[in-house]
Protein backbone atom coordinates (compact mmCIF):
# COMPACT_ATOMS: atom_id res chain seq x y z
CA UNK A 1 0.00 0.00 0.00
CA UNK A 2 2.66 2.24 0.81
CA UNK A 3 4.54 2.08 -2.38
CA UNK A 4 1.26 3.12 -3.73
CA UNK A 5 1.32 6.34 -2.09
CA UNK A 6 4.87 6.85 -2.92
CA UNK A 7 3.78 6.08 -6.62
CA UNK A 8 0.55 8.60 -6.19
CA UNK A 9 2.70 11.26 -4.77
CA UNK A 10 5.34 11.23 -7.19
CA UNK A 11 2.50 11.49 -10.43
CA UNK A 12 0.77 14.21 -8.00
CA UNK A 13 3.88 16.44 -7.79
CA UNK A 14 5.54 15.59 -11.16
CA UNK A 15 1.72 16.76 -12.24
CA UNK A 16 1.99 20.06 -10.19
CA UNK A 17 5.14 20.81 -11.90
CA UNK A 18 4.53 20.00 -15.74
CA UNK A 19 0.90 21.32 -15.57
CA UNK A 20 1.87 25.21 -15.73
CA UNK A 21 3.99 24.42 -18.83
CA UNK A 22 0.81 23.58 -20.52
CA UNK A 23 -2.19 25.23 -19.09
CA UNK A 24 -2.46 27.71 -22.21
CA UNK A 25 -3.74 24.56 -24.13
CA UNK A 26 -6.76 24.19 -22.05
CA UNK A 27 -9.61 26.57 -21.65
CA UNK A 28 -10.90 28.10 -18.12
CA UNK A 29 -13.34 25.83 -17.99
CA UNK A 30 -11.12 22.67 -18.35
CA UNK A 31 -8.69 24.29 -16.80
CA UNK A 32 -10.68 24.50 -13.52
CA UNK A 33 -12.21 21.47 -13.35
CA UNK A 34 -8.47 19.65 -14.09
CA UNK A 35 -7.40 21.65 -10.93
CA UNK A 36 -10.71 20.10 -9.07
CA UNK A 37 -9.52 16.90 -9.80
CA UNK A 38 -6.12 17.21 -8.42
CA UNK A 39 -7.19 18.73 -5.24
CA UNK A 40 -9.81 15.98 -4.32
CA UNK A 41 -6.90 13.20 -4.72
CA UNK A 42 -4.51 15.34 -2.96
CA UNK A 43 -7.08 15.63 -0.21
CA UNK A 44 -7.54 11.95 -0.44
CA UNK A 45 -3.95 11.38 0.10
CA UNK A 46 -3.35 13.82 2.28
CA UNK A 47 -6.87 11.96 4.77
CA UNK A 48 -4.66 8.41 4.05
CA UNK A 49 -1.28 9.56 5.73
CA UNK A 50 -3.26 11.36 8.61
CA UNK A 51 -4.77 8.31 9.63
CA UNK A 52 -1.25 6.31 9.25
CA UNK A 53 -0.02 9.11 11.65
CA UNK A 54 -2.97 8.80 13.96
CA UNK A 55 -2.12 5.01 14.41
CA UNK A 56 1.40 5.33 14.50
CA UNK A 57 1.32 8.34 17.46
CA UNK A 58 -1.46 5.69 19.50
CA UNK A 59 1.69 3.01 19.22
CA UNK A 60 4.51 2.42 21.82
CA UNK A 61 7.07 5.05 21.85
CA UNK A 62 9.67 3.77 19.93
CA UNK A 63 12.63 5.26 17.96
CA UNK A 64 11.17 3.19 14.46
CA UNK A 65 7.61 4.41 15.04
CA UNK A 66 9.40 8.40 15.90
CA UNK A 67 10.78 8.24 12.37
CA UNK A 68 7.91 6.71 10.66
CA UNK A 69 5.60 9.25 12.09
CA UNK A 70 8.02 12.51 11.05
CA UNK A 71 8.45 11.08 8.13
CA UNK A 72 4.69 10.47 7.26
CA UNK A 73 4.45 14.47 8.74
CA UNK A 74 6.87 15.52 6.02
CA UNK A 75 5.20 13.75 2.98
CA UNK A 76 1.76 14.72 4.46
CA UNK A 77 3.34 18.56 4.34
CA UNK A 78 4.36 18.07 0.86
CA UNK A 79 1.24 17.00 -0.67
CA UNK A 80 -0.24 20.17 0.95
CA UNK A 81 2.25 22.43 -0.17
CA UNK A 82 0.92 20.88 -3.98
CA UNK A 83 -2.33 21.30 -2.67
CA UNK A 84 -1.81 24.90 -2.11
CA UNK A 85 0.23 25.44 -5.44
CA UNK A 86 -2.92 24.28 -6.99
CA UNK A 87 -5.11 27.11 -5.27
CA UNK A 88 -2.69 29.95 -5.86
CA UNK A 89 -2.86 28.61 -9.34
CA UNK A 90 -6.51 29.13 -9.36
CA UNK A 91 -6.49 32.24 -7.03
CA UNK A 92 -4.37 33.72 -9.62
CA UNK A 93 -6.23 32.57 -13.01
CA UNK A 94 -9.49 34.49 -11.01
CA UNK A 95 -7.54 37.23 -10.46
CA UNK A 96 -6.87 37.47 -14.49
CA UNK A 97 -10.30 37.10 -15.66
CA UNK A 98 -11.25 40.05 -12.73
CA UNK A 99 -8.43 41.72 -13.48
CA UNK A 100 -9.19 41.44 -17.76
CA UNK A 101 -13.35 42.51 -16.61
CA UNK A 102 -11.81 45.66 -14.54
CA UNK A 103 -10.39 46.77 -17.87
CA UNK A 104 -13.11 45.93 -20.44
CA UNK A 105 -15.51 47.82 -17.92
CA UNK A 106 -12.80 50.90 -17.62
CA UNK A 107 -13.27 51.05 -21.33
CA UNK A 108 -16.84 51.05 -21.44
CA UNK A 109 -17.20 53.71 -18.46
CA UNK A 110 -14.53 55.67 -20.82
CA UNK A 111 -16.72 55.65 -24.02
CA UNK A 112 -19.64 56.27 -22.08
CA UNK A 113 -17.82 59.55 -20.93
CA UNK A 114 -17.28 60.83 -24.25
CA UNK A 115 -20.44 59.96 -25.48
CA UNK A 116 -21.94 62.34 -22.42
CA UNK A 117 -19.42 65.24 -23.10
CA UNK A 118 -20.19 65.08 -26.93
CA UNK A 119 -24.16 65.25 -25.84
CA UNK A 120 -23.75 67.62 -23.13
CA UNK A 121 -21.70 70.13 -25.79
CA UNK A 122 -24.79 69.53 -28.38
CA UNK A 123 -27.12 70.18 -25.75
CA UNK A 124 -25.13 73.63 -24.71
CA UNK A 125 -24.56 75.00 -28.37
CA UNK A 126 -28.82 74.34 -28.63
CA UNK A 127 -29.34 75.96 -25.52
CA UNK A 128 -27.22 79.46 -26.23
CA UNK A 129 -30.18 79.53 -29.05
CA UNK A 130 -33.18 82.08 -28.17
CA UNK A 131 -36.92 80.83 -28.34
CA UNK A 132 -37.13 83.92 -31.20
CA UNK A 133 -34.00 82.38 -33.11
CA UNK A 134 -35.44 79.03 -32.93
CA UNK A 135 -38.50 80.29 -34.23
CA UNK A 136 -37.24 82.54 -37.11
CA UNK A 137 -34.47 80.41 -38.60
CA UNK A 138 -37.41 77.38 -39.02
CA UNK A 139 -39.37 78.00 -41.64
CA UNK A 140 -42.68 76.05 -40.69
CA UNK A 141 -44.18 75.63 -37.36
CA UNK A 142 -43.49 71.57 -37.60
CA UNK A 143 -39.31 72.54 -37.94
CA UNK A 144 -39.95 74.26 -34.40
CA UNK A 145 -41.74 71.39 -33.04
CA UNK A 146 -39.07 68.98 -35.01
CA UNK A 147 -36.33 71.05 -33.18
CA UNK A 148 -38.16 70.80 -29.67
CA UNK A 149 -38.75 67.09 -30.38
CA UNK A 150 -35.02 66.66 -31.41
CA UNK A 151 -33.63 68.61 -27.85
CA UNK A 152 -36.12 65.89 -25.48
CA UNK A 153 -34.32 63.38 -27.55
CA UNK A 154 -30.85 64.48 -26.52
CA UNK A 155 -31.95 65.13 -23.65
CA UNK A 156 -32.89 61.35 -23.45
CA UNK A 157 -30.14 60.13 -24.44
CA UNK A 158 -28.17 62.25 -21.73
CA UNK A 159 -29.92 60.57 -18.97
CA UNK A 160 -29.76 57.13 -20.01
CA UNK A 161 -25.78 57.47 -20.58
CA UNK A 162 -25.83 58.80 -17.55
CA UNK A 163 -27.43 56.45 -15.73
CA UNK A 164 -25.38 53.83 -17.45
CA UNK A 165 -22.27 55.09 -16.88
CA UNK A 166 -23.44 54.90 -12.89
CA UNK A 167 -24.26 51.06 -13.52
CA UNK A 168 -20.79 50.60 -15.10
CA UNK A 169 -18.96 52.55 -12.18
CA UNK A 170 -21.04 51.19 -9.59
CA UNK A 171 -20.14 47.43 -11.45
CA UNK A 172 -16.39 48.42 -11.91
CA UNK A 173 -15.96 49.43 -8.28
CA UNK A 174 -17.29 45.81 -7.39
CA UNK A 175 -15.12 44.30 -9.31
CA UNK A 176 -12.35 45.95 -8.03
CA UNK A 177 -13.37 45.43 -4.22
CA UNK A 178 -13.70 41.17 -5.69
CA UNK A 179 -10.17 41.93 -7.12
CA UNK A 180 -8.72 42.55 -3.93
CA UNK A 181 -10.39 39.21 -2.06
CA UNK A 182 -9.11 37.39 -4.55
CA UNK A 183 -5.38 39.43 -3.93
CA UNK A 184 -5.77 38.71 -0.30
CA UNK A 185 -7.25 34.80 -0.55
CA UNK A 186 -3.98 34.57 -2.83
CA UNK A 187 -1.67 36.65 -0.21
CA UNK A 188 -2.75 34.40 2.41
CA UNK A 189 -2.57 30.56 0.66
CA UNK A 190 1.02 31.97 -0.12
CA UNK A 191 2.08 32.88 3.59
CA UNK A 192 0.49 29.85 4.39
CA UNK A 193 2.57 27.70 1.50
CA UNK A 194 5.72 29.37 3.39
CA UNK A 195 4.79 27.90 7.04
CA UNK A 196 4.49 24.78 5.17
CA UNK A 197 7.85 24.86 3.61
CA UNK A 198 8.68 25.94 7.20
CA UNK A 199 6.89 23.35 8.95
CA UNK A 200 8.66 20.48 6.64
CA UNK A 201 11.79 21.86 7.00
CA UNK A 202 11.76 21.70 10.91
CA UNK A 203 10.57 18.26 10.60
CA UNK A 204 13.24 16.94 8.53
CA UNK A 205 16.01 18.77 10.79
CA UNK A 206 14.48 17.02 13.72
CA UNK A 207 13.93 13.76 11.96
CA UNK A 208 17.90 14.11 10.86
CA UNK A 209 18.92 15.31 14.29
CA UNK A 210 16.83 12.19 16.20
CA UNK A 211 19.14 9.52 13.68
CA UNK A 212 22.39 11.50 14.78
CA UNK A 213 22.07 11.87 18.37
CA UNK A 214 20.55 8.04 18.61
CA UNK A 215 22.66 6.07 16.05
CA UNK A 216 19.72 4.69 15.18
CA UNK A 217 20.05 2.57 18.40
CA UNK A 218 16.71 2.16 20.17
CA UNK A 219 18.79 2.42 24.13
CA UNK A 220 19.79 5.58 22.86
CA UNK A 221 16.70 6.77 22.07
CA UNK A 222 15.00 5.99 25.65
CA UNK A 223 18.03 7.70 27.05
CA UNK A 224 17.26 10.61 25.04
CA UNK A 225 13.78 10.80 26.23
CA UNK A 226 14.30 11.08 30.24
CA UNK A 227 17.05 13.14 29.61
CA UNK A 228 14.90 16.42 30.92
CA UNK A 229 17.27 18.15 32.75
CA UNK A 230 19.56 18.41 29.33
CA UNK A 231 16.10 19.53 27.44
CA UNK A 232 15.32 22.11 30.36
CA UNK A 233 18.40 23.97 30.05
CA UNK A 234 18.52 23.67 26.22
CA UNK A 235 15.15 25.32 26.16
CA UNK A 236 16.04 28.26 28.73
CA UNK A 237 18.35 29.22 26.21
CA UNK A 238 16.73 28.97 23.48
CA UNK A 239 15.78 32.63 22.06
CA UNK A 240 12.07 32.77 21.61
CA UNK A 241 12.21 33.82 17.93
CA UNK A 242 10.38 37.50 17.52
CA UNK A 243 11.22 39.98 14.71
CA UNK A 244 10.65 43.54 14.96
CA UNK A 245 11.85 43.73 18.65
CA UNK A 246 14.86 45.31 19.65
CA UNK A 247 15.66 42.50 21.92
CA UNK A 248 13.88 38.95 21.58
CA UNK A 249 13.39 37.51 24.85
CA UNK A 250 14.32 33.92 25.52
CA UNK A 251 12.08 31.38 25.81
CA UNK A 252 11.58 31.36 29.57
CA UNK A 253 11.21 34.76 29.64
CA UNK A 254 8.16 34.85 26.98
CA UNK A 255 6.64 32.25 29.12
CA UNK A 256 6.39 34.47 32.01
CA UNK A 257 5.29 37.72 29.69
CA UNK A 258 2.11 35.23 28.83
CA UNK A 259 1.27 33.29 31.70
CA UNK A 260 0.95 37.36 33.03
CA UNK A 261 -1.28 38.29 29.88
CA UNK A 262 -2.99 34.94 30.89
CA UNK A 263 -4.04 36.39 34.44
CA UNK A 264 -5.17 39.43 32.59
CA UNK A 265 -7.39 38.03 29.54
CA UNK A 266 -7.66 34.33 30.09
CA UNK A 267 -5.81 33.08 27.09
CA UNK A 268 -4.01 30.07 27.40
CA UNK A 269 -0.06 31.09 27.59
CA UNK A 270 1.10 28.21 25.19
CA UNK A 271 -1.26 29.01 22.57
CA UNK A 272 -0.67 32.65 22.67
CA UNK A 273 3.10 31.93 22.38
CA UNK A 274 2.50 29.30 19.07
CA UNK A 275 0.23 32.02 17.76
CA UNK A 276 3.22 34.51 17.94
CA UNK A 277 5.57 32.46 16.83
CA UNK A 278 3.08 31.29 13.56
CA UNK A 279 3.04 35.25 12.94
CA UNK A 280 6.22 36.35 13.58
CA UNK A 281 7.99 33.80 11.64
CA UNK A 282 5.80 34.37 8.67
CA UNK A 283 8.38 35.01 5.72
CA UNK A 284 10.75 36.44 8.09
CA UNK A 285 10.22 39.71 6.68
CA UNK A 286 8.95 41.30 9.77
CA UNK A 287 10.18 44.43 10.10
CA UNK A 288 11.99 44.70 7.31
CA UNK A 289 10.82 47.94 5.33
CA UNK A 290 10.10 51.61 6.16
CA UNK A 291 7.34 53.80 4.60
CA UNK A 292 8.63 56.50 3.00
CA UNK A 293 5.55 58.16 0.91
CA UNK A 294 2.28 58.86 2.58
CA UNK A 295 0.93 58.98 -0.74
CA UNK A 296 1.42 56.03 -2.97
CA UNK A 297 2.23 53.97 0.16
CA UNK A 298 5.73 52.93 -0.79
CA UNK A 299 8.73 52.61 0.73
CA UNK A 300 11.94 51.15 1.09
CA UNK A 301 13.56 47.96 2.72
CA UNK A 302 16.01 48.31 5.89
CA UNK A 303 18.74 48.01 3.52
CA UNK A 304 17.61 50.80 1.21
CA UNK A 305 16.07 49.11 -1.47
CA UNK A 306 12.61 50.37 -2.99
CA UNK A 307 9.84 48.88 -2.12
CA UNK A 308 6.15 49.58 -3.43
CA UNK A 309 3.42 48.89 -1.59
CA UNK A 310 4.86 49.00 2.19
CA UNK A 311 1.49 50.26 3.31
CA UNK A 312 -2.35 50.91 2.16
CA UNK A 313 -2.69 54.86 1.90
CA UNK A 314 -6.40 54.60 2.35
CA UNK A 315 -6.31 52.49 4.74
CA UNK A 316 -3.57 52.64 7.05
CA UNK A 317 -1.13 55.49 6.71
CA UNK A 318 -3.50 58.04 8.43
CA UNK A 319 -3.47 55.71 11.45
CA UNK A 320 0.12 54.69 11.17
CA UNK A 321 1.16 58.24 11.26
CA UNK A 322 -0.89 59.43 13.86
CA UNK A 323 0.07 56.52 16.36
CA UNK A 324 3.79 56.91 15.67
CA UNK A 325 3.35 60.67 16.49
CA UNK A 326 2.00 59.95 20.03
CA UNK A 327 4.45 57.63 20.50
CA UNK A 328 7.35 59.61 19.66
CA UNK A 329 8.57 58.03 16.94
CA UNK A 330 9.63 58.56 13.46
CA UNK A 331 7.48 57.09 10.88
CA UNK A 332 9.39 56.79 7.85
CA UNK A 333 12.24 55.00 10.63
CA UNK A 334 10.06 52.75 12.01
CA UNK A 335 9.69 48.94 10.64
CA UNK A 336 6.80 47.45 9.94
CA UNK A 337 6.38 44.45 7.60
CA UNK A 338 7.12 44.15 3.93
CA UNK A 339 5.04 42.78 1.36
CA UNK A 340 5.17 39.48 -0.03
CA UNK A 341 7.12 40.08 -3.25
CA UNK A 342 5.38 37.35 -5.23
CA UNK A 343 1.83 38.67 -4.16
CA UNK A 344 2.02 42.62 -4.86
CA UNK A 345 -0.32 43.00 -1.47
CA UNK A 346 0.47 45.22 1.04
CA UNK A 347 2.81 45.19 4.03
CA UNK A 348 2.25 47.21 7.21
CA UNK A 349 2.02 45.51 10.01
CA UNK A 350 3.70 46.39 13.05
CA UNK A 351 6.04 44.19 15.45
CA UNK A 352 5.43 40.62 16.99
CA UNK A 353 1.83 40.77 17.14
CA UNK A 354 1.45 41.89 13.61
CA UNK A 355 -1.45 44.02 13.81
CA UNK A 356 -1.94 46.36 10.78
CA UNK A 357 -2.01 49.96 12.41
CA UNK A 358 -5.85 50.24 11.81
CA UNK A 359 -6.69 47.28 13.34
CA UNK A 360 -4.13 48.45 16.48
CA UNK A 361 -6.61 51.38 16.66
CA UNK A 362 -9.11 49.88 17.58
CA UNK A 363 -7.67 47.88 20.75
CA UNK A 364 -5.07 50.37 21.63
CA UNK A 365 -7.36 52.00 24.29
CA UNK A 366 -8.12 48.62 25.95
CA UNK A 367 -4.90 47.91 25.60
CA UNK A 368 -3.71 50.75 27.55
CA UNK A 369 -6.82 50.33 30.12
CA UNK A 370 -5.46 47.21 30.90
CA UNK A 371 -1.76 47.79 31.20
CA UNK A 372 -2.10 51.13 32.80
CA UNK A 373 -0.10 53.38 30.08
CA UNK A 374 -0.13 54.21 26.15
CA UNK A 375 0.43 51.20 24.09
CA UNK A 376 3.02 50.52 21.85
CA UNK A 377 2.71 47.93 19.30
CA UNK A 378 6.49 47.37 19.07
CA UNK A 379 6.45 46.45 22.82
CA UNK A 380 7.32 43.07 23.21
CA UNK A 381 4.43 43.02 26.27
CA UNK A 382 1.80 45.34 24.43
CA UNK A 383 2.14 42.84 21.27
CA UNK A 384 1.43 39.67 24.04
CA UNK A 385 -1.53 41.53 25.46
CA UNK A 386 -3.04 43.08 22.18
CA UNK A 387 -2.77 39.05 20.54
CA UNK A 388 -4.86 37.78 23.59
CA UNK A 389 -7.37 40.69 23.69
CA UNK A 390 -7.83 39.64 20.15
CA UNK A 391 -7.84 36.02 20.98
CA UNK A 392 -10.08 36.66 23.38
CA UNK A 393 -12.78 38.56 21.58
CA UNK A 394 -12.82 35.34 18.69
CA UNK A 395 -13.28 32.57 21.37
CA UNK A 396 -10.41 31.53 22.68
CA UNK A 397 -10.88 32.76 26.25
CA UNK A 398 -13.01 29.30 26.41
CA UNK A 399 -9.52 27.32 26.52
CA UNK A 400 -10.64 24.46 24.41
CA UNK A 401 -9.33 22.98 20.89
CA UNK A 402 -11.89 23.66 19.10
CA UNK A 403 -12.42 27.83 20.21
CA UNK A 404 -8.58 28.20 20.27
CA UNK A 405 -8.20 26.40 16.69
CA UNK A 406 -10.90 28.47 15.70
CA UNK A 407 -9.44 32.32 17.20
CA UNK A 408 -6.21 31.25 15.23
CA UNK A 409 -7.77 31.19 11.72
CA UNK A 410 -9.83 34.12 12.72
CA UNK A 411 -6.57 36.00 13.85
CA UNK A 412 -5.17 34.82 10.47
CA UNK A 413 -7.73 35.77 8.27
CA UNK A 414 -10.01 38.02 10.02
CA UNK A 415 -13.13 35.12 10.52
CA UNK A 416 -13.69 31.70 11.49
CA UNK A 417 -16.84 31.29 8.87
CA UNK A 418 -16.91 27.29 7.41
CA UNK A 419 -15.42 28.97 3.92
CA UNK A 420 -12.23 29.70 6.58
CA UNK A 421 -12.03 26.73 8.40
CA UNK A 422 -11.63 24.50 5.49
CA UNK A 423 -9.53 27.13 3.05
CA UNK A 424 -7.05 27.92 6.30
CA UNK A 425 -7.40 24.27 7.84
CA UNK A 426 -3.59 24.30 8.26
CA UNK A 427 -3.26 27.60 10.14
CA UNK A 428 -5.34 26.47 12.43
CA UNK A 429 -3.50 22.61 12.73
CA UNK A 430 0.09 24.30 13.33
CA UNK A 431 -0.85 26.69 15.67
CA UNK A 432 -2.49 23.84 17.64
CA UNK A 433 0.47 21.59 16.66
CA UNK A 434 2.84 24.27 18.26
CA UNK A 435 0.93 24.74 20.92
CA UNK A 436 1.23 21.07 21.52
CA UNK A 437 5.08 21.36 22.13
CA UNK A 438 4.88 24.65 23.80
CA UNK A 439 2.84 22.61 26.67
CA UNK A 440 5.23 19.89 26.84
CA UNK A 441 8.59 22.33 26.74
CA UNK A 442 6.85 24.53 29.93
CA UNK A 443 6.33 21.52 31.19
CA UNK A 444 10.13 20.45 31.32
CA UNK A 445 10.96 24.20 32.35
CA UNK A 446 9.11 24.10 35.37
CA UNK A 447 10.72 20.41 36.03
CA UNK A 448 7.00 18.94 35.99
Known amino acids: MRSGLKQLTG ?37 TIEKDITRTQAEKKTLQNEISLLKNKI ?128 LTNQNEQLLDVTKGKESEYQKLLTDRQKQAQQIRSRIFELIGVPEAPTFGEAVEIAEAVTQLTGVRAPFLLAVLTQESNIGKNVGQCYLKDVKTGNGETVQGTFVSRVMKPSRDVQPFLQLTQELGRDPFNTPVSCP ?42 DAFLASAVYLADVGAIKQTFEYEWCAAVSYFSGSCSLSNQIRYEFYGDNVMAITRRYEEDIKTLKGI
Not at 125 to 151: C, W, Y
Not at 352 to 378: C, E, H, N, V
Open 75 to 202: RKLDLQIAQSNRLIDDLRGQIGDTTYSIERTEEEVEAKKQQLAELLQRLYQKDQRSMVEIVLTGPTLSDFFNDLAGLQALQDRNRELLEATIDLSLYLQGQKDKLETEKSDEENFVRIQILQKQESQY
Open 340 to 381: LPSIGGYGGAMGPAQFIPLTWMLYRDRIAQLKGSPADPWNIR
Open 11 to 47: ILMLAAFLLPAFSFALTPAEEREQLETELQALEKEIE
